[in-house]
């Protein structure tokens, strides 16, 4: 009996009302804080309207155009390739890097950009959510520190590799 390729979840999320898109859609699910999901979509499209603010000054010719493609640039840039597990051999713990599957790069991207955002205090949530996703679609900020953290631990525990299955 092998295991199914999809879930319930994924086959039944809706695409968001305004955007289309179904990634969005998960994200706003993780904004979401106690079934109040009408609030965390006005967060995620406030700070939209943030971001395109910001692109309207914009200059550079390679810069996206619109804030859902910041948005994706964002998700793309903070995913991880691969993360270290903990693995029990001979008595001794020892830090294995492995790949991570799609699906756990993406819900990876989402809590760290989350945790970057809620971690800041003193301002609006959405310019917190702008301000993070704008920085990390451009290789910045604590999302992406996280990721290259993540990285450099793979990388510094590379001699364990062979023990990942």
């Known amino acids: 009996m092998g295991r199914k390729s999809f879930t319930a979840a994924a086959t039944q999320l809706r695409p968001d009302p305004r955007y289309s898109d179904r990634v969005l859609s ?29 692109l309207s000054k914009e200059t550079s010719p390679e810069a996206p155009k619109e804030a859902l493609e910041v948005f994706n640039r964002a ?16 008595g001794a713990n020892y830090q294995v890097p492995m790949q991570v599957n799609k699906k756990r790069q993406q819900s990876l991207a989402f809590r ?20 993070e996703l704008y920085n990390a679609a451009r290789g910045e900020g604590k999302a992406m520190q996280t990721r290259d953290q993540t990285h450099r631990m793979a990388e510094a525990n590379r001699a364990f590799a062979h023990f990942a299955n």
């Open 112 to 131: 760290w950009l989350l945790e970057a955002i809620r971690s800041e205090k003193g301002r609006p949530m959405a310019s917190r959510m702008a301000d």
């Open 75 to 90: 998700i793309e840039n903070v995913k991880p390739f691969v993360e270290v597990r903990s693995k029990r051999i001979g």
């Open 26 to 54: 998960r994200f706003i699910n993780c904004v979401m804080q106690d079934g109040k999901k009408s609030v965390a979509q006005r967060v995620v499209y406030d700070s939209f309207g943030i971001i395109n603010e910001k």
